[in-house]
């Protein structure tokens, strides 16, 4: 009995190592053909000292264009007439605005990438604490497959259309999700390269959009909203269509500085925020314009409507491009790379975020490891989901837009509030390298994580720097200028915030997004006081209770805890 025990465990020992060992040599493989397998580790500045600028920032702006002006971005657009019910110019003015607010938060939160040489979800670590990021780490997770189910199954219905209906949506889904694999495992330099081919590509193509869907978005541009009904009600509806447009744009901010960590830290924080408000905002309006006035005229233009009811969006896209026959079908197939492009940017942060849930992920699976996995859950969910186009994207991307605004108004307090103004005192142990043996609360618990990167050199401890708190700016502050940070602990729990303060503003921020959501699934007390089909006030409302509750509970957290 014990022997056969003792045989089993080996087994599984041997078993566990010889696929370790497996794992290792695909990750030496990818390192020697210009691949990345590193994981969340921080890029230091000096790996960053000698990048150059030009040609970086060439390769992101690119990324942005696939990403923001193809057709992920765009899909959402159509909605605003065909699901909403909103007039032409209701859409219009809902929409721009809508996206360029959502720019402004995806703008702030890449500014941390230069700074701290770490991905967003990992330097939320000092907003979040340990524990607590592995929560949100989790959420945006789920917001990344969202997108890339949404991206599969439009992808899976046009190639499904150009085929004439004869190729299964099911294999034309899988077929995205097998492309979309292949560029993520590469990493960010591969990434940045195929982002930047097919954002020049998808730009012609909107472009010519404009001059395919020209006679009909002209003659069609006079609709109004839901002619019949009250003004409680169109109300309702406008608000709801600029939360959603707000949410297009606004949830890249939980990924947007993945793609800066290759920055020098010298890179000011105007400059990216300049460039990825920009990058994103003028992609993203110029799809989206086509978009609104495609989804206008297909209210009254019936070929138009009738290809969205029987086939959904990809049957419209395949009605409008097949004006110019073989030509336009081509022009399809390129555009239908977007929606490559974009998953590629969804599997590869979403891999980063999972390093993030446990030290046993970050230790054991490597990258690429994980993004196979993050393919293989997108598949299957995807094939569900198949049929749902429209559901599934005006459902779940609202949602997307309560998480990142509750982020984002934490973020912001901690950077302004806090960390830019002599409340930097508060933070004794990371800024100021107060020894944690001089307060009886605090007790320093190493994890096997930190133990190993101790020998490895990525942990680093402050204790032996202390300084005294009189001195500002802090004296271990590796950024020079405001939000002041420590990013040398960036993998040393003991220096983190304990959480306690971002659990109750994120706690306070879902109330309020559940008072005041307008989904399918369930409609909030506050959002039925406005007209016969309710708003989504959940963004507003929380960005208020976050707001609201943080600062006070934050300040409380630092004087009691120093971190």
Known sequence: MISAQITVELFSFFTMASFLSAMNKVSRWLDSHGGESRGIHRYSPEERAGANLRRAFL????????????????????????????????????GIFGTLLGCLVAAYCATMGPRSGLRQMCSARYLFGPYMVRVVSLITIIGFLGWSVTNSVLGGEIISQINGGHLSLSL????????????????????????????????????????????????????TTLPGTDSATKVGVRISFFNLAYSVTATWGGCASDYYVVLPETVSQKTIFMSTFFGTAIPT??????GMLIGNAATEYRPWSEAYSNFSLGGLLNVIFGRWNGFGKFLLVIFWLSLIANNTINNYSS??????????????????????????????????????????????????????SIYFTLLIEENVIFRSTRLAKLYRYELYGE??????????????????????????SVNSQRHGNEQFPPPLATTKCVPYYNFDVWNNTNYHTKGYASVIGFCCGVLGAVMGMNQAY??????????????????????????????????????????
């Open 59 to 94: 390769s992101i702006y690119g990324l942005w264009i696939s990403g923001c002006g193809g057709l992920t971005s765009m899909s959402s657009y159509f909605l605003g007439s065909l699901i909403y019910g909103l007039g032409y110019k209701d859409t219009m003015i809902c």
């Open 172 to 223: 034309g889904v899988t077929i995205v999700c097998l492309v979309s694999l292949v560029v993520a495992i590469f990493g960010i330099h591969y990434l940045l390269k195929f982002e930047s081919l097919v954002g020049l590509l998808v730009i012609v193509v909107v472009f010519l959009m404009y001059i395919i869907a020209g006679p009909e978005i002209v003659k069609y541009h006079d609709t």
């Open 285 to 290: 309006i110029f799809g989206a314009v086509i």
């Open 351 to 404: 891999a980063l975020s999972v390093q993030l849930i446990d030290n046993f992920f970050f230790k054991y699976f490597p990258r690429w490891f994980i993004v196979v996995f993050i393919f293989i859950i997108t598949l299957v969910c995807s094939l569900v989901g198949r049929n749902s186009f429209s559901t599934i994207l005006s459902n779940f991307l609202p949602m997307l837009g309560y998480w990142i």
């Open 435 to 460: 020894d944690f043996a001089s307060e009886s609360d605090v007790t320093i618990q190493t994890t096997k994580q930190e133990e190993t990167d101790k020998n490895s050199g990525e942990y680093t």
């Open 522 to 563: 369930y409609i909030g007390p506050i959002a039925k006081l406005v007209g016969d089909y309710a708003a989504d006030l959940g963004t507003i409302l929380a960005l208020g209770f976050t707001g609201v509750s943080y600062p006070l509970v934050r300040y409380v957290e630092l004087k009691r805890y120093g971190k």
